[in-house]
């Protein structure tokens, strides 16, 4: 897993295109979702959703 505030564009890119999570079980918590939503804030812009900060939460710890 890359630490959040290390990811870049590119990394969120690829994340996003990525689909599920390889069958692994992942979990994370309110606080690393939220931490990633204002990450990604910082690094579109526009909203950025809870879901989708979710999602690229879990991909990150699945692949990276």
Partial sequence: MK???QLAKHDVHVLRKMVGT????????VQEIQLMQ????TLFTGRVTLSFAEKIV???KAFF
């Fill in 3 to 5: 630490p959040i505030t």
């Fill in 58 to 60: 879990l991909k990150n």
């Fill in 38 to 41: 204002a990450h990604l804030m």
């Fill in 22 to 29: 390889n069958g692994k079980n992942v979990d994370a918590t």
